[in-house]
């Protein structure tokens, strides 16, 4: 870890135990990337960040030879760069034992293969749990990729365009829970109540009915009892108008960092299931199966949905 540059940067290096499937790890999070505000692009991610007050732009990539992440840190947030070390790691899942879920997954007839295709597969995070659950809420019975077009609307609604940023690709910032709380998103592309649900969502984060970040951005979990603590926020969350299990676990997976979520009713999850065993067709019949894999379901989700992925870069060719 360097101290900061006079210059205004910083470079934090995330050790991770190999192996670790970066190019895996970028595609999942490329074609969620949301507009104007992240992107992947040359083999790395980059966005804009406001934190502790101050802004400035995280680049991270792999390391052409080091078992680590390379964070590059422009502007002011530099001087915070020992800080940012903890959320990242969280983010970017360094801290994963590949050779312990693969160990757990070894005599598992339908998980083995995917774990020997994927190895250092990971669980992505996120750099805000309200953006993810935002992102959740507009991705509910639509594409990955119609979701990305209707949050890239919100942002360029909702969101603030940064002055004089030296990246187009991520000059804004996504909208604070207050603007969008408060927003007209008549004509956004959604249903009326699932409108209702994310801006329902937003007023409870303002008022503090929800809390929605585990971790506050420094190294230590925002509760000592972890199960308590994922308990109470996944039940104040779906408390919820408009949010329901899929959209709770999904988060659990990425923001919370739980390694045992399950977004049981995921229709690629469901699928994926019922194509290895037709008998079991509902959520009640597969929880056995998936029960199998405790305490990793969020790996097994990860491998199941890399799965489908990967057959369909193979044919695009790519």
Not at 7 to 19: I, K, M
Not at 38 to 47: C, S, Y
Not at 239 to 259: C, F
Not at 285 to 292: E, F, G, T, V
Request: net charge positive; aromatic share 8%; with cysteine.
């Amino acid at each position: 870890m360097e101290a900061p540059a006079p210059t205004g940067s910083a470079t934090l290096e995330l050790p991770f135990r190999a192996p670790y499937d970066w190019p895996r790890v970028l595609r999942f999070f490329a074609g969620r990337a949301t507009p104007g505000v992240e992107i992947v692009e040359d083999g790395a991610w980059r966005r804009a960040i406001d934190f502790r007050d101050v802004s400035g732009t995280l680049t991270v990539r792999r390391h052409v030879r080091k078992r680590c992440l390379v964070v590059q840190i422009d502007g002011p947030v530099s001087a915070h760069a020992a800080a940012l070390a903890a959320p990242l790691a969280r983010m970017f899942d360094t801290q994963a034992d590949p050779a312990a879920i693969a160990a757990h997954f070894a005599d598992d007839p339908w998980l083995a293969p995917l774990v020997a295709a994927a190895p250092g597969l990971r669980v992505p995070g996120a750099w805000s749990g309200f953006e993810l659950v935002v992102r959740a809420i507009v991705g509910q019975q639509v594409s990955v990729k119609a979701a990305t077009t209707i949050i890239g609307r919100l942002v360029q609604r909702v969101g603030q365009r940064i002055e004089s940023h030296p990246h187009e690709h991520t000059a804004w910032r996504f909208p604070t829970p207050a603007a969008l709380a408060a927003a007209d998103l008549a004509g956004i592309g959604m249903p009326g109540k699932r409108v209702a649900a994310l801006q329902g969502f937003a007023d409870a984060v303002v008022s503090g009915t929800v809390a929605i970040e585990r971790h506050s951005h420094g190294d230590r979990p925002a509760s000592a009892d972890t199960a308590c603590d994922l308990d109470a926020m996944r039940a104040s969350l779906l408390a919820l108008p408009g949010i329901g299990p899929w959209t709770v676990e999904y988060v659990a997976m990425r923001a919370w960092r739980d390694q045992n979520a399950w977004p049981a009713t995921d229709l690629v999850l469901m699928q994926a299931i019922t194509a290895r065993d037709p008998a079991l067709l509902r959520p009640a019949q597969q929880r056995a199966r998936s029960d199998a894999w405790q305490p990793w379901r969020a790996y097994a989700a990860m491998h199941l949905w890399n799965e489908l992925a990967d057959r369909a870069s193979a044919a695009r060719g790519g």
